[in-house]
Nanobody, 116 residues
Framework: QVQLVESGGGSVQAGGSLRLVCAAS????????MGWHRQAPGKRRELVAF???????TYSRAVKGRFTISRDHDKYTQYLEMNNLKPEDTGEYYC??????????WGQGTQVSVSS
């Protein structure tokens, strides 16, 4: 059973920074991708960033240039460095892990609140 646990959320003022961490357990996959999605109140869940099995990264237009996704492959852990945060970045941030041919899993989420 794969489990994902996020940490690092919190409340900051606009312009501040946060670092999210997602640790996966229960997987022995050697090839996998991980990413972050977020959901603001009253809105649909949306992709924030993704890092593929080959290390290629993808960012949403809203966060490109401000957020950086990275991972420790052997530790099944990923990170999201969030800089120059804006009030519109407020939401619940969810960790995602994808293993081709096996499935995908979500974390429980961590709240990020950015005040103006």
């Amino acid at each position: 059973q794969v489990q994902l646990v996020e940490s690092g959320g919190g409340s900051v003022q606009a312009g501040g920074s946060l670092r999210l961490v997602c640790a996966a357990s229960g997987s022995s996959a050697t090839t996998y991708g991980m990413g972050w999605h977020r959901q603001a109140p009253g809105k649909r869940r949306e992709l924030v960033a993704f890092i593929g099995s080959d290390g290629d990264t993808t960012y949403s237009r809203a966060v490109k240039g401000r957020f950086t996704i990275s991972r420790d492959h052997d530790k099944y852990t990923q990170y999201l460095e969030m800089n120059n945060l804006k009030p519109e970045d407020t939401g619940e941030y969810y960790c995602l892990m994808v293993v081709i041919g096996q499935g995908s899993w979500w974390g429980q989420g961590t709240q990020v609140s950015v005040s103006s």
